[in-house]
């Protein structure tokens, strides 16, 4: 079974200040992983993913997340808040099987509130 | 104009009624999915359908049923709505071959309250 942790239901941070946005996530096998985006009355986006490869991705909006095996850990960074990124972050993880690509599993998501 | 849409957006029922939300895209993927949002627990998945003819339940699916019309559209049924069913609801697809295999584009949702 696989399960994702999202630590904070809600992070404020200051604009220009760092964004750190938690994920944990437990697997018994190589996980992909991946932070979806939500902005107000929209459908969830794709940030960045991790499947296999550099530990360290780069999505959009200047967002970064990197896989940590030895923590179980993906958390999502950027250096630098904009009010625009308010909004609220999800992370997801999944697996291959025989079948393909199995199907996601979400956390609970955390809404990033910017403060001016 | 948007490859995943969702209809209707809002709807307002009383419970005991049925009511059905559609699903269609236009990106040509096999692979389509049904999830409900509610604050604090994040998307769950009620069913998903890897093609036409394969559906699969979620980990939700008690109270709902789903219907695979074609390989662009897929519903989402709910027999006899209760109040505990208000909730924001998702499509979303994906294609399981080439370099984006493992991403899913979703809809705008349909926000659902059930009196």
Known sequence: ?116 | DADVTQTPRNRITKTGKRIMLECSQTKGHDRMYWYRQDPGLGLRLIYYSFDVKDINKGEISDGYSVSRQAQAKFSLSLESAIPNQTALYFCATSDPSGRLADTQYFGPGTRLTVL
């Open chain 1, 1 to 116: 079974a696989q399960s994702v942790t999202q630590l904070g239901s809600h992070v404020s941070v200051s604009e220009g200040a760092l964004v750190l946005l938690r994920c944990n996530y437990s697997s018994s096998v190589p996980p992909y992983l991946f932070w979806y985006v939500q902005y107000p009355n929209q459908g969830l986006q794709l940030l960045l993913k991790y499947t296999t490869g550099a530990t360290l991705v780069k999505g959009i909006n200047g967002f970064e997340a990197e896989f940590k095996k030895s923590e179980t850990s993906f958390h999502l960074t950027k250096p630098s808040a904009h009010m625009s990124d308010a909004a609220e972050y999800f992370c997801a993880v999944s697996f291959i099987s025989n079948f393909g690509n199995e199907k996601l599993t979400f956390g609970t998501g955390t809404r990033l509130t910017i403060i001016p």
